[in-house]
């Protein structure tokens, strides 16, 4: 069964950045999707960042052009690059994974703490 741990979260000021990275178990060459969530105090789960097999990125208007999601399948491992950060950035991170068969497959990480504050 597949895992995912996130780590690299941690209290950064506003304008500052963090590197989260999300490890894989097994192989993330035949993932079909990865992406990142962020759930913020009384919020909703929102979808922050994605990558396809292809490589292929999409953003969340919220954070597009200051986050970068990227994928090292020779590490199995996803990264998102967050840069410039506010204070509305504050969450849980999570990893999430898409894999496609005769049934779709959904694995999710632990989280991981996002803090921007001063």
């Known amino acids: 069964q597949m895992q995912l741990v996130e780590s690299g979260g941690g209290l950064v000021q506003p304008g500052g950045s963090l590197r989260l990275s999300c490890a894989a178990s097994g192989s993330i060459s035949r993932l079909a999707v990865m992406d990142w969530y962020r759930q913020g105090p009384g919020k909703e789960r929102e979808l922050v960042a994605k990558?396809?097999?292809?490589?292929?990125?999409n953003y969340a208007d919220a954070v597009k052009g200051r986050y970068t999601i990227s994928r090292d399948i020779t590490k199995n491992t996803v990264y998102l690059q967050m840069n410039s950060l506010k204070p509305e950035d504050t969450a849980v991170y999570y990893c999430?994974?898409?894999?496609?068969?005769?049934?779709?497959?959904?694995?999710w990480g632990q989280g991981t703490q996002v803090t921007v504050s001063s």
């Open positions: 990558i396809t097999s292809g490589d292929s990125t």
């Open positions: 999430h994974a898409l894999r496609l068969g005769s049934s779709l497959y959904h694995y």
